[in-house]
Each structure stands twice: as C-alpha cells, then as structure tokens.
C-alpha cells in the first residue's frame, strides 16, 4: 500500500510504454525545480515523475507542490536516501524505471535514447549511459578551487544514468536500506552478480551538479568506509557462489 496522504499526492495519466521517473529529496529545494524541468523537456517518451520527500524542512515540498499534476508527490517521515528510493518504487506503475537525484539534470533524448535501445532488444534488462559532472554556478569559488571533477564524461551505474526494467526490481528487491549514501551502487552491483543483461551506452544522459554540498562530498569518509563495506560484500558473495560450484 502506498505510503501516502491524500494532501500530499496527485495522480498522473499512465501511458505505455511508461518510464517512471523516480525523484527523493531530502531538503534539496535550490536545485530541485531544475530537475524536474529537465524530466518535463523529455520528447518522445511517456513519463510519470515520482517525487519521494524524505522529511524535508526547507521548502522542497512547496517546489514539488507548484509541478502538480505533472508530479506525483509522496511525503514521508525522514528515514534515508534507500528507503526513500524504496519508496518511490512502491509507487511505480511505468515498465521501466529510471532513478534520478533531486540535484542532477537529464539531457536532452536522455530517456528516449535508452529506452529505444530497450525496446529494441527484449533480452535487455538494464540501459546505462555516461555523466558528466560540472560546476553548479552558484557554488562558492573557494570551495570550487578545493575540488577535482572529471572533464570527460564518465559511465555511471544506476541513480540517473540507467533505465530499468521493473522486472529485475521485482526479482532482485529494492535497495538494501542498511547503506545509507550507497545503496544504488549495491543494487547495481547485485544485478551485475545476477546476470541481468546491462548495456552502456557512449551517450552522455545525465549531468551530475558539483555544488560543495553533495552528500559524497561532505560526509566522504563515511561515503568511503560504505563504498569499501560494499564492494566487500560483493567480493564475499561472489566468492560464495564460486565455491559452492553449479547448482
């Protein structure tokens, strides 16, 4: 059941092939309206935007109220970026599934160009495409002069970058709610693990904002320590199932 209030939702027309755009936001109200614009200014692809507020006390739910009815909104209580993307995905009713930050921007023909390439292959699970990563221009200069991005887009994994069936949600599960800034990274890691077919592609469908205050930035030892307790995880069950042998 939908974890919902009726003051805090409406409803968007389902079309098909519908790609559900999943949005959490958790106190991002500078950057969120940009976002959701980007999704909007989509062509070619039926959408529904999913836009999960973790909590939030500044201002985000006021943003995402002044998109309705072209947004869903759901409220819930602060419980962390996985359960909020969890939550989001309850609330799925598209066939593919595309998870975006509430600070990042879709390009333009981003959804159109991976979708196409999942219809044109039904053996296909998962689209991926290429991020490029710039500068917000109102970030602080002392804080810019402090940091390094990539100048060349860069393959990215899941929140953004990828389409996705939603029938490898439904057989994999959701995020793994125990990592608190990673549990994308976990999830795309398990589906690697399990075979679902993953495409790359060169195209660049996403533009990842710099802006000082990105949670990989400000808590990056612990963003560390969950990268490692992650890619250990993964290393663990792949050593699993490489002793036990074939089934």
């Not at 307790?229 to 663990?236: H, M, N, P, T, V």
Request: glycine share 6%; proline share 6%; net charge neutral.
């Amino acid at each position: 059941m939908p974890e919902s209030s009726p003051q805090c939702q409406s409803q968007s027309q389902s079309q098909s092939p519908l790609v559900s755009v999943l949005i959490p936001v958790f106190n991002g109200a500078k950057y969120l309206a940009a976002t959701i614009e980007s999704v909007l200014a989509q062509e070619g692809v039926a959408t529904e935007i999913i836009l999960v507020d973790d909590g939030s006390t500044d201002g985000s739910v006021e943003v995402a109220r002044a998109f309705e009815p072209r947004v869903r909104l759901v409220c819930r209580p602060h419980s962390g970026l996985a359960a909020t993307r969890n939550a989001a995905l309850r609330e799925a009713r598209g066939n593919f599934i595309a998870h975006l930050d509430n600070d990042d921007l879709l390009t333009p023909g981003s959804l159109q160009v991976r979708l196409a390439r999942l219809l044109a292959d039904p053996q296909l699970d998962i689209v991926a495409g290429h991020q490029q990563s710039f500068f917000s221009e109102d970030m602080d200069p002392e804080v810019r002069s402090r940091l390094q991005i990539p100048e060349t887009p860069q393959p990215g994994h899941l929140a953004g970058v990828a389409v996705i069936r939603s029938r490898v949600f439904e057989q994999l599960g959701g995020l793994d709610e125990s990592f608190r800034s990673f549990g994308d990274f976990d999830w795309f890691l398990r589906a690697t693990e399990r075979g679902f077919r993953i495409e790359v592609l060169p195209d660049v469908v996403l533009r990842r904002r710099v802006h000082g205050a990105n949670m990989s930035l400000t808590r990056k030892a612990e963003a560390d320590l969950e990268r490692a307790r992650i890619l250990k995880a993964s290393l663990d069950r792949r050593r699993a199932r490489s002793q036990k042998g074939p089934s």
